[in-house]
């Protein structure tokens, strides 16, 4: 059973930076792809970033590009870290990393919420302003 166990996040003020970790571990099957998603209270699930492991591309929500980069940091393509700068107070949620290891469904992107079967508990991000 894949578990994603994530580390860092905390509370910065507005233009500073963050870094979030997220390691995948007992996988029999190696992610599809490997993803972080975001969560205010009372609001829906986003993606933010997602790295493909095989081909190495990577998406980016348009709210955080040139402030945000996704990338993995060991050799496996289990360990994800996304690196948060110039924060802004509306970055301010949890923050949870996803992986999939079946199929998408059609039509489905990387930012479809569903097609992700793996998450992790979550760490807070608090941007003040």
């Known amino acids: 059973q894949l578990t994603l166990e994530e580390s860092g996040g905390g509370s910065v003020p507005a233009g500073g930076s963050v870094r979030v970790s997220c390691v995948a571990r007992?996988?029999?099957?190696?992610?599809?792809?490997m993803a972080w998603f975001r969560q205010e209270p009372g609001k829906e699930r986003e993606a933010v970033a997602a790295?493909?492991?095989?081909?190495?591309?990577?998406?980016y929500a348009d709210s955080v590009k040139g402030r945000f980069t996704i990338s993995r940091t060991e050799d496996d393509g289990k360990t994800l870290t996304l690196l948060m700068n110039n924060l802004k107070p509306e970055d301010t949620a949890m923050y949870y990393c996803?992986?999939?290891?079946?199929?998408?469904?059609?039509?489905?992107?990387?930012?479809?919420?569903?097609?992700?079967?793996?998450w992790g508990q979550g760490t807070q991000v608090t941007v003040s302003s």
């Open positions: 790295r493909y492991p095989v081909s190495g591309n990577r998406f």
């Open positions: 996803a992986a999939r290891t079946k199929w998408a469904s059609q039509g489905g992107t990387w930012q479809t919420t569903s097609d992700y079967n793996h």
């Open positions: 007992g996988a029999t099957q190696n992610p599809t792809v």
